[in-house]
């Protein structure tokens, strides 16, 4: 059987030259690189305008500092207090200081520069070439330092239960308080406090139990063991 004829159905639309086709091509990527050429420009903008606030707000908690220090200023704190750029109020106030002494006031430190210091110093707390004596000074320095405490007493709390000794929680406490050379109180306050957290979020501040041999052991060699938790 011969095939059937076939004819072009008289509204099929008839194709556009090739020209057209490259030109549509050519107007997409013009709009699109223009598109891209405003979002990378807003960008920049949003960027260097975070970047300047966070520059303004940590100049404004230097002051905060300072301020509340006020009652303790002395003519050595002069310099500081001008790199911080304090109001008139405090400029009168300095204008009067007398004694002698240490400076109370750290003079100003620019965002980046704080910044990469603590990222230099938490680098130690995992460096083995660091010393030990570098890893203790950078561990109060470190984010999540407090939770490390926490998790201290709580591993010291276990082992003084498990060997029956009296005043477990206070033994716990004085034990943490002398290995980290703060005072028993601090160490109270420092679980008080995660233990909020924890309240307000199960898996917020929830790090396994510690014991000071395993944080001796990070302080001395940069490796910190963690236990995990089932």
């Not at 000074?137 to 003084?160: I, T």
Request: charged share 30%.
């Amino acid at each position: 059987m011969a095939d059937p004829l076939v004819f072009p159905s008289p509204i099929t639309p008839p194709r556009p030259p090739e020209q057209d086709d490259t030109g549509k091509m050519l107007d997409e990527l013009a709009w699109f690189a223009a598109t891209a050429g405003r979002v990378y420009l807003a960008f920049c903008d949003w960027v260097q305008g975070a970047a300047h606030e966070a520059e303004l707000n940590h100049l404004r908690r230097e002051r905060l500092v300072a301020y509340r220090v006020r009652h303790r200023w002395k003519a050595g704190d002069a310099a500081p207090l001008l790199s911080l750029g304090i109001n008139k109020a405090a400029q009168c106030r300095m204008a009067r200081l007398e004694g002698r002494g240490r400076p109370v006031v750290r003079p100003h430190r620019p965002l980046e520069e704080v910044l990469r210091g603590k990222l230099i110093a938490w680098s130690c707390l995992f460096h083995t070439d660091a010393m030990p004596d570098e890893r203790r000074r950078a561990f109060k320095a470190w984010p999540w330092w407090k939770h490390h405490v926490e998790a201290l007493y709580r591993g010291e709390l276990e082992l003084a239960r498990a060997g029956r000794v009296k005043g477990a929680h206070d033994h716990a406490e004085r034990t943490v308080a002398v290995a980290l050379r703060m005072s028993q109180g601090k160490v109270r306050a420092i679980c008080g406090e995660i233990r909020a957290l924890r309240r307000e979020d199960a898996d917020a501040a929830n790090f396994p139990p510690m014991v000071l041999a395993e944080y001796e052991g990070w302080m001395e060699r940069g490796k910190l063991a963690m236990r995990l938790e089932v």
